[in-house]
């Protein structure tokens, strides 16, 4: 017997309350995983994807929150960084141009004009153990 649709669908088996996609873009957009969404939302989160597998229209709007969620602290910490924010400043540069801006410097192992490092030889040396038992 198949389950009962949790929320109205037409015989498309897309979702008739529009309401409900403007509720999973308003979570999205305040950082919430899709398995808060559906918990949030009164429905387990292997519903919520079977749901967003029937009607592209849940995806759309979890991703349409998700960007809109975004963009609003990204505009915030770009505003921050504009007024003299030191923390945001450097936050906003080792993020927006790592290259010249990361703290810790990557170093590249290469061998001959670039190309990989190759092991010649591998030598094994079988060293006695040192008894830490005092001597009398």
């Known amino acids: ?5 949790v929320w109205e669908v037409d015989e498309n088996k897309k979702i008739v309350d529009k309401s409900i996609f403007q509720q999973i ?8 995983t899709k398995k808060q969404i559906a918990f949030n939302m009164g429905i387990n989160e292997n519903t ?10 849940v995806r759309e709007a979890y ?5 809109k969620g975004i963009q609003a602290v990204t505009n915030t910490l ?5 007024e003299g924010d030191n923390t945001a400043m450097i936050f906003f540069l080792k993020n927006r141009d790592p290259e010249n801006w990361e703290d810790v410097q990557k170093r590249h192992h290469a061998g001959h004009d670039g190309g990989p490092v190759k092991i010649t030889s591998i030598t094994r040396e079988i060293v006695d153990s ?7």
């Open 25 to 32: 873009e308003d979570f999205a957009a305040t950082g919430l």
């Open 130 to 136: 040192v008894d830490d038992e005092p001597s009398d």
């Open 78 to 82: 770009y505003s921050k960084a504009k």
């Open 1 to 5: 017997m198949a389950r009962p649709y």
């Open 63 to 67: 991703d349409t929150g998700k960007a």
């Open 48 to 57: 919520f994807n079977a749901y967003q597998e029937r009607d592209g229209r």
